[in-house]
């Protein structure tokens, strides 16, 4: 016992170093992080042993020991990702990201569906002893493969997310997408699996899914009043994560599904909890080295071996999956009226793929043992396309479509060479002996404003009704929104400062619209301005967080905005000094 609990230790430290050096390494190839973690764990997995024919550093059976790690990860990871379901936020996308979902969806199962179903017929014809029929086998094949292409990554998605700092329509959508697509797909599955394999299973059904949404909500509503009685953040972090192990703990004792209980948890808090933000700011603090292990153990668990043995299926489903996630998001996106950038960038951040997708397998394996080995091992050879290619092209999605300040990659892909590091710690010893340190001579300074502004911003028309205008700011992060013209130009700011308290009548609400309420703002910057003038511009107008970035090249078109913090973010990058420092 105590040989394997050392094993496991030693393994988890050494993956841990070793993600360290591969997560620099990941910036100068321009790769997110994430894929490092995973290649770090696919080279130090029993997957990768086997091929090679060495003694692996981890065993099968060391992954189960510290299976535990990996579970609490992901839970913790859905419950971030169900806080993003904020009732007045729904209000606001609520239409518009139910009609983009159900497309993405609808779309993906239908290209999957018709082409596994196809293909079997006609080529392959495999049957199976419990389905004797051809078309009863692959009618089985087809509908549980086209469940599971539905589901996504949110794991990698929140990472990426995170380690890019991207802001935007982009970002704000695609983890409660990834949500919804999760929940509706374990729900399906369940319902299908009952009445497909299990005759006479309705109740266990309905209590695996009914119980993993009470446990959920009960879940919720009690952090949510407790951590009221709570001021430090330490408390904070004691509360979240007990009580997620708590809920890891009961989904393993009655049988209930920890993803779906895990998701309403977080409705259930950032709906109910008044200390919501401080909880979810708390976790933050301690969360990251627990998803790093958890991308190293996904690597690890991976089956290379698997990708020479999808055969035709599998090649099929990638490739279905893919167009599904692409042409349904794009679809979605047109139908929900979000703009061009949102309909191109969309589908490229949906296509990683892996825990879920993972876990249905296994459980249709083990369910369904003859069609389902068959399933589970296409499913095991496709996650390893997906979860490596997928946070690449998210991140190229979040790149291209502007979310991501420039200054942010310059970041990630630069680091210090050895003899820079030497320097450094050489400056840092000379200062802790008292002696005089030497001086940078970059400067943050002159840092330009198109390095860091956010290109995909909300906008307002100028025509916009006071009601419309009300609904949307008030469901927005942002305190100031540019106006449009109908020619694109940028014609003036509305601050919700300056309205929400103001009484309009019913009856005139309907004849004031957007222009009647801005004010022009005479405040502006360009693209090739310095942030050491835009921090002076900051300072002097210390009621602006946001100033609308436009191009006098091209008639004063809104190209982005750059935000108070963003400009004071650049300022403390290291090896980026202010020329007052």
Request: net charge negative; glycine share 8%; aromatic share 8%.
């Amino acid at each position: 016992m105590f040989e394997q609990i050392g094993k496991a230790l030693f393994a988890i430290g050494i993956s841990y170093i070793a993600a360290l050096v591969a997560g620099q390494l990941a910036g100068r190839l321009h790769v997110p992080k994430v894929t490092a973690y995973l290649v770090v764990g696919l080279l130090t997995g029993p997957s990768m042993a086997e091929i090679i024919g060495i003694r692996g550093l981890v065993s099968w059976q060391t992954l189960d020991s510290i299976r535990i790690l990996s579970e609490l990860a992901l839970a913790l990871i859905m419950v971030i990702i169900g806080a993003h379901f904020r009732l007045s936020s729904l209000r606001r996308w609520g239409r518009r990201l139910a009609t983009l979902s159900l497309s993405e969806m609808l779309v993906t199962f239908v290209l999957v569906f018709a082409t596994v179903l196809s293909a079997n017929t006609l080529f392959l014809k495999q049957t199976f002893a419990s389905n004797p029929g051809l078309w009863s086998s692959s009618l089985y094949i087809a509908v549980f493969t086209s469940i599971i292409a539905v589901a996504g990554a949110p794991a990698a998605t929140l990472l990426v997310v995170r380690e890019y700092e991207s802001e935007g329509p982009i970002t704000d959508v695609v983890l409660p997408l990834l949500g919804l697509n999760n929940f509706f797909a374990i729900i399906l599955f369940d319902i299908l699996v009952v009445l497909l394999l299990q005759e006479g299973a309705a109740l266990s059904m309905v209590w695996e899914i009914g119980g993993s949404i009470l446990i959920g909500f009960i879940g919720g509503l009690i952090i949510s009043f407790w951590a009221q009685k709570l001021e430090h953040t330490l408390e904070l972090q004691i509360l979240f994560i007990g009580a997620i192990v708590v809920n890891i703990g009961a989904s393993h004792l009655w049988h209930i599904d920890f993803f779906i209980s895990c998701f309403i948890m977080g409705m259930t808090i950032i709906n109910a909890a008044p200390k919501a933000s401080q909880l979810l700011n708390a976790i933050k603090g301690v969360d990251y080295p627990l998803y790093v292990i958890f991308f190293i153990i996904t690597g690890e668990r991976l089956h290379i071996d698997a990708l020479g043995q999808i055969g035709l299926l599998g090649f099929i489903y990638i490739m279905m999956r893919s167009a599904g996630k692409l042409i349904g998001s794009r679809l979605g996106a047109k139908l929900a009226n979000f703009d061009e950038t949102e309909q191109k960038w969309l589908g490229p951040a949906l296509l990683a793929q892996a825990g879920v997708a993972i876990g249905l397998a296994h459980s249709l394996a083990e369910q369904w043992p003859e069609g389902g080995l068959l399933v589970e091992t296409i499913i095991l050879g496709s996650v390893v396309i997906f979860e490596f290619f997928g946070p690449i092209t998210l991140r190229q999605s979040l790149v291209h479509a502007g979310e991501v300040p420039v200054l942010t990659l310059f970041a990630k892909r630069s680091s210090n060479s050895a003899l820079d590091g030497m320097h450094q710690v050489l400056e840092q010893f000379k200062g802790s002996l008292g002696l005089p340190r030497g001086h940078s001579l970059d400067s943050a300074a002159d840092i330009l404003v198109e390095h860091i502004m956010r290109r995909n911003v909300e906008t307002i028309r100028e025509d916009m009704p006071f009601n419309e205008i009300l609904k949307f700011i008030s469901h927005s992060k942002y305190d100031r929104f540019p106006i449009l013209n109908r020619a694109g130009k940028y014609i003036g700011v509305i601050d919700y400062s300056d309205i929400r308290d103001v009484l309009v009548d019913d009856a005139l609400a309907s004849l004031i619209v957007a222009r009647d309420l801005m004010k022009p703002e005479p405040v502006t910057v360009t693209p090739d301005r310095k942030l050491g003038k835009v921090l002076t511009i900051f300072r002097d107008h210390s009621n602006m967080t946001y100033i609308p970035v436009v191009s006098c090249e091209d008639d004063c078109k809104l190209v982005g905005m750059i935000s108070q913090n963003d400009v004071l973010a650049a300022f403390h990058i290291p090896n980026l000094k202010s020329e007052n420092d």
